[in-house]
């Protein structure tokens, strides 16, 4: 069984605004993923404006930008995403592989 296998059955339970474009392409196209945070979300700079991304699953609070969409956050979690070419890249210190207490392994 693929990594994917599963993925694609959790992708029948979520409202993708980006058309599924992490299990198509292997990253969002709203944004470059940079860690997931408590489990639940997923860190991202954004490459769009909130009105813009028209996501459910979209955060903007204290001054940063999340994902709460299950699938892109298991999928950040498994190491399975990959970096736009074209994306702004994560800042120092900000990168996927950082070790932040709030980040999962």
Not at 1 to 30: F, H, I, W
């Amino acid at each position: 069984m693929s990594p994917y296998d599963e993925l694609r059955e959790m992708a029948k339970t979520v409202n993708c605004p980006c058309g599924y474009s992490c299990l198509k392409k292997g990253y969002c196209c709203s944004a470059v993923s940079e860690r997931v945070i408590d489990g639940r979300i997923v860190a991202i700079q954004a490459g769009k404006t909130a009105q813009e991304v028209k996501c459910g699953y979209y955060i903007d609070f204290g001054g940063g930008c999340y994902c709460s969409c299950p699938l892109h956050v298991e999928m950040v979690r498994r190491g399975l995403l990959k970096k736009p070419q074209g994306c702004v890249t994560p800042s120092k210190g900000a990168s996927q592989t950082d070790n932040d207490e709030d980040a999962t392994p």
